[in-house]
């Protein structure tokens, strides 16, 4: 089993920047790749990014790429997403989860999640 505990997320607004942060606990952290997944309302949940287990490697969707950074610490059992330039229509809960196929976008490989963040940037 590995926990998962997202943070970070607030209002703000459009043109801002944020920090999430996703703790992890239980089995080995960092045989794990992660991904940050986020759900706005009336939408169906939607992959945003990945890391695999060591950092290596990221995958981005293409609407946050050159805005949002995935990165991961190990040794603290850590998964950040650093957004830059916000816009409205980032605004969602934002999901961490776990998996061992480094970046899927498919949900049903991902069999650990946290309980979501939200997002709100403000126009």
């Known amino acids: 089993q590995v926990q998962l505990v997202e943070s970070g997320g607030r209002l703000v607004q459009a043109g801002g920047s944020l920090r999430l942060s996703c703790a992890a606990s239980g089995r080995a952290f960092s045989s794990f790749a992660m991904g940050w997944f986020r759900q706005a309302p009336g939408k169906e949940r939607e992959f945003v990014v990945g890391?695999?287990?060591?950092?290596?490697?990221?995958y981005y969707e293409d609407s946050v790429a050159g805005r949002f950074t995935i990165s991961r610490d190990n040794a603290k059992n850590m998964v950040y997403l650093q957004m830059n330039s916000l816009k409205p229509e980032d605004t969602a809960l934002y999901y961490c989860?776990?998996?061992?196929?480094?970046?899927?976008?498919?949900?049903?490989?991902?069999?650990?999640w946290g309980q979501g963040t939200q997002v709100t940037v403000s126009s």
């Open positions: 890391i695999s287990w060591n950092g290596g490697s990221t």
């Open positions: 989860a776990a998996t061992t196929r480094p970046g899927s976008q498919q949900q049903s490989h991902y069999p650990y």
